[in-house]
């Protein structure tokens, strides 16, 4: 039990994956998982873009509904166990055929 840590990334695809409707900063790692207006919202990140975007948001059910559901579709087509799992091993793939090909290509040299 050690001090509480803050990952807005992971909280962000928590959210999403549970269907709520999200308001995110146009920052790397948040942004990019937001497509604006389908899945969520983009703002600059000043405290009034926000406080514009929670008003649009906020009052409005069905499109928080529609955010919802589209962020949660989209978080279970890209980060979903199966597809983390094909990247891995896919990544895990592509870096011993570079290491195959290095070592070959040293004892090819070293001949």
């Not at 979903?80 to 040299?109: N, P, Y």
Request: include cysteine.
């Amino acid at each position: 039990t050690g001090p509480e840590r803050f990952h807005p990334e992971f909280d962000l695809l928590e959210a999403m994956a549970e269907g709520a409707p999200v308001v995110v900063a146009n920052s790397p790692g948040l942004a990019e998982h937001v497509e604006n207006g389908v899945s969520g919202v983009i703002v600059p990140g000043s405290s009034e873009s926000f406080a514009y975007a929670l008003t649009g948001v906020l009052p409005d059910p069905d499109w928080r509904n529609m955010l919802g559901a589209a962020a949660s579709q989209s978080i279970a087509a890209t980060c979903s166990l199966k597809r983390v799992i094909d990247r891995t091993l896919a990544a895990h793939d592509e870096a011993f055929d570079r290491a195959a090909s290095k070592s070959a290509a040293r004892g090819r040299a070293a001949a």
